[in-house]
C-alpha cells in the first residue's frame, strides 16, 4: 500500500512538474509575441512619418511631378498588389494546417506564399527599370522610390523569414512545442500587405 501511495505522488508530481514547464513555454511564447508586436508598432511608426510627409509634399508642391511625367501606370502595379494581398490569405491557410499537425500542407501554402511575395519583389523592380525618373528627380521622385523601396525591403525580409520558417519545418518534432517563429512572420506578412494597400491608394490612385 505504501509503495503505491509512492508511486502515485511521483505520478502527481511529473504531472505538476510538466504543467509548470507547459505554463512557462506558453509566458515565454506570449511575451515574445508581445516584444514582436510592439516592434511591428515602431515599424508602422516609421511608416506613418513617411505618409504624412508625402502627403504634406504632395499638397504644398507647385510642380510635383517630374518634368515629362504624367503620371504613373496603374496596371502592372494593380496584378502586383492582388498577388500580394492574395498571398496574406495564403500564408493564413499555411498556418491553420500547421496548426492541424498538417506540415506537408503548411510547406504547399508557405511555399506558395514565397513565390507570390517573390513575384511583387520581380514586379517591382520591373516597374524600377521602367520608370522615366530617378531618385533625385524632385520631391516626387525621392519620396516614391524611398517609400517603395523601404517598402520592398520589408518584402524582402519577409520572404527570409519565411524561408527560415521552411527550413526549420524539416526539423524533427520542430513544431510540435509551439509555432512562435511561424505566428510572427505570418503576422510581419499581413503587416507588410496593409503597408502596400496604403501605399498603392497615395502613389498610384491618388496621383
Known amino acids: 500500500m505504501a509503495q ?10 511529473q504531472l505538476s512538474n510538466s504543467a509548470i514547464l507547459a505554463a512557462h513555454e506558453h509566458d515565454e511564447e506570449g511575451n ?3 516584444g514582436f508586436i510592439v516592434f511591428l508598432l515602431s515599424e508602422s ?28 501606370e496603374v496596371r502592372e502595379p494593380a496584378i ?7 498571398s ?3 500564408i493564413y491557410f499555411a498556418e491553420r ?22 513575384y511583387f519583389l520581380y514586379g517591382q523592380a520591373v516597374e524600377w527599370n521602367s520608370l522615366e525618373f530617378s531618385f533625385t528627380s524632385g520631391t516626387f521622385g525621392g519620396s516614391f522610390y524611398l517609400l517603395t523601396g523601404f517598402h520592398g525591403l520589408h518584402v524582402f525580409t519577409g520572404v527570409l523569414l519565411q524561408l527560415t520558417m521552411l527550413i526549420r519545418s524539416f526539423i524533427p518534432g520542430n513544431y510540435e512545442k ?3 517563429g511561424v505566428d510572427a512572420t505570418s503576422l510581419f506578412w499581413h503587416f507588410v500587405d496593409v503597408i502596400w ?7 498610384y490612385i491618388w496621383q
Open 197 to 203: 494597400i496604403i501605399l498603392f491608394l497615395l502613389l
Open 4 to 13: 503505491v501511495k509512492q508511486e502515485n505522488t511521483l505520478d502527481e508530481l
Open 88 to 90: 496574406s490569405f495564403v
Open 32 to 34: 515574445s509575441m508581445f
Open 80 to 86: 502586383n498588389t492582388v498577388i500580394l494581398v492574395s
Open 178 to 180: 509551439g509555432h512562435f
Open 45 to 72: 511608426v516609421i511608416f506613418l512619418s513617411f505618409f504624412v510627409g508625402y502627403i504634406v509634399y504632395k499638397t504644398t508642391a507647385t510642380d510635383w511631378l517630374p518634368p515629362g511625367v504624367e503620371g504613373l
Open 97 to 118: 494546417a500547421l496548426k492541424n499537425h498538417n506540415v506537408w500542407l503548411f510547406r504547399l501554402f508557405w511555399l506558395l506564399t514565397m513565390a507570390m511575395g517573390s
